[in-house]
């Protein structure tokens, strides 16, 4: 393709087959084969073109990918393709995608912005009725199994962090911060009046001090059928 009025600039298509990190800098270079026809054209539909080796490789400011090789997947060849420009022969990839991305992220919302990794994981944000972001921060691991998620909602202003054994702690405006453990029936409540736990055994180290003013605290004295017990100090004020 041939800009008018722009003298030997051309612009084309290329799908990346192989990939390098050169240089004190580690920059990334990109090598693969022009193509004739759709991005998205199947291994028999292409038509090999022109052959690039060590492509230096341009991207968004402040993110930094190398390339997963080519794979088939349900018969098609998805890879690295990118639009590029020709200039007094020098080829400059400068704009990019890769379907086996867009796989690990196949439903985006509208108004949707995500940075997608090839295991899978996503960083994404999704627009509210007030135009403000939910953040999630997703990191499936053993083979898919499990998820790390780090999740922010400012619809109820919540931030959830959640192991991939089920784990979590969530702070959020009405509910102060909850842990839970990872069947859920253990679980602690902080808000601004009320702590609570909830466990089958709750077991305390060191001394405890229970009352209205714990600095006046006194040991808690014998009664009929328990010994002194000089760890624990009770207020009577």
Known sequence: MNFPGISGLVCGVMRVIG???????????????GQVGALDATTDEDVAGQR???????????VIARPRAPETIEGDLLGHEAMYLELGGILTPVAHRDLQLNRKFPAPKPRTVA??????????????DALENR?????PYAAGAKAMVVAMNPDDESLMLVHGDGYA???????????????GESWVSLKDDKFEVVATEIS?????????????ALPLLAGAASPA?????????
């Not at 953040?135 to 990191?139: I, L, V």
């Not at 702690?169 to 911060?177: E, K, Q, W």
């Open 19 to 33: 990939s390098t990190v050169v240089g004190r800098h580690s920059a990334v270079l990109v090598g693969g084969e």
């Open 204 to 216: 305390l180290r060191g001394n405890v001090a229970l009352g209205a003013n714990t600095s006046g």
């Open 135 to 139: 953040t999630t921060w997703y990191m």
């Open 115 to 128: 940075l997608v990794g090839y295991g899978g994981g996503f960083l994404s944000f999704d627009d509210t």
């Open 169 to 183: 702690v969530v702070l959020d405006a009405t509910n102060g911060i909850t842990m839970r453990s990872k069947t």
């Open 52 to 62: 690039m080796d060590d492509v230096e490789m341009y991207s968004a400011l402040g």
């Open 229 to 237: 017990c000089p760890s624990l100090f009770v207020s009577v004020v």
